[in-house]
């Protein structure tokens, strides 16, 4: 395992050449580059050697060993990203609103999001004062990955839906409630939520990470009228605010069960829309349009079974994402635990081998 000294902090445009920013570019490509959602954790044996019990946001606040875990599955797998160790709720955790992740079920909040009084709870995120852990583990691997690091933050309906549910939700009742019954309440919580991931988001950028992804997991749960009147305003405002501060920087939108909303997420000007299993790529092409990138696309659960099977539906996807440049390959949402590690490594060398999107014929 790589244990590189920090280097200081590689500068922008270091990783121009890396495959996985030039697919982000719609560029050609010498492979097609692939990383994968959650790759950290879970079914990796030295995760949860190095991890340890208690709280997962006891471990992202340790540098040292976020950067172990995030090192581990590139180092494991070869891929062509690595995705930073930490979580969607950091921010509003950090600036105290009360929000723990449960082992076993992920964030929960004692007291829930439920009216103008909750917002004093969300003050503006001051990442060197608030999140210094997060800054000090991007350097760490700015210094010493040798693929480019995606920082992230969740998106604006993903982390609203936490505070206000109180925890994972199946219906998504209550914020969908909130949203309808309190338009001026709902907005007020989601251009914090925005300004507090935009925070975040340039404070990993200025330590070193080389793209972004913005994780709005569970906005497929919303009708395309709803997340374009109550959503997308503010995706695309911190897509172009970012854009602002950090020109060029390539940035990833992804959300599950979005088929019906990807030429919304389209127009929320990332560089990438990332794309669950259930649309083909081929289809999600059409969808997000010209000049957009498209990430994705396997179901998580094809590798779960014989290598054969993860084979031939990995082929199907490279087949689906065609020739023509802008296709990251990855899966349609994150490893599954029980996911045998070999068959993500497997996965890898025939991407690289086979994937056709953007390779110029030698
Ligand atoms: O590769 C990685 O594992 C990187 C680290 C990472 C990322 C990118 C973690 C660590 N969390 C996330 C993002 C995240 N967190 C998302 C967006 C990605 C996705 O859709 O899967 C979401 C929705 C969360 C919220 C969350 N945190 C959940 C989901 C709960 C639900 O609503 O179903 C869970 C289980 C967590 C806890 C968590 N975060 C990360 C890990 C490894 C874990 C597991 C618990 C632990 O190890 O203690």
């Known amino acids: 395992m790589s244990t590189a000294a920090p280097r200081a902090s ?32 879970r079914s990796l044996p030295e995760y949860r050697a190095a991890r340890g019990p208690g709280s997962i946001l006891d471990a992202i606040a340790q540098p040292e060993l976020v950067a172990e875990l995030t090192r581990q599955p590139v180092d494991r797998y070869g891929t062509d990203a690595a995705i930073f160790f930490s979580d969607i709720v950091v921010p509003a955790a950090a600036v105290g609103f009360g929000v723990d992740v449960a082992p076993g079920t992920g964030p929960v909040v004692s007291e829930p999001f439920r009216s103008a009084a909750d917002l004093q709870r969300l003050r503006p995120l001051e990442p060197e004062l608030d999140t210094p852990y997060v800054i000090e583990a991007v350097q760490i691997l700015a210094g010493s990955l040798d693929v480019p690091l995606i920082g992230f933050a969740g998106g604006p309906f993903t982390v609203a839906s936490y505070l206000v549910e109180g925890g994972p939700s199946k219906n998504f009742t209550k914020v969908k409630a909130l949203m309808q019954a309190e338009p001026a309440l709902w907005d007020a919580l989601v251009e914090r ?78 560089s990438v829309v990332g794309i669950d299993w259930r649309v083909p790529l081929d289809v999600a092409r059409t969808r997000v349009g010209p000049g957009t990138a498209v990430q994705g696309n396997l179901d998580p659960a094809m590798c779960l079974g014989r290598w054969e099977v993860a084979a031939a539906e990995t082929r199907e996807v490279l087949t689906r994402a065609g ?13 599954l635990p029980e996911t045998d590690p070999a068959i993500l490594e497997r996965i890898v060398e025939l991407v690289h081998a086979e994937g056709r999107a953007g390779v110029e014929p030698t």
């Open 193 to 270: 939520l925005t300004d507090m991931a935009l925070a975040s988001l340039r404070s990993q950028l200025d330590a070193g990470a080389s793209a972004v992804q913005v994780f709005d997991s569970w906005a497929g749960i919303l009708t395309p009228r709803h997340y374009e009147e109550l959503v997308l305003p503010a995706t695309r405002r911190l897509v172009a605010e970012l854009g602002e501060s950090h020109p060029g920087v390539p940035t990833i939108l992804f959300g599950v069960g979005t088929g019906e909303l990807l030429p919304l997420m389209a127009t929320a000007g990332t």
């Open 10 to 41: 590689r500068a922008p445009g270091r990783f121009d050449d890396a495959p996985f920013i030039q697919a982000c570019r719609s560029q050609p490509v010498h492979h097609v580059p692939v990383w994968f959602m959650r790759q950290a954790g």
């Open 323 to 335: 020739t023509a440049p802008g296709h990251v390959f990855n899966l349609g949402h994150g490893v």
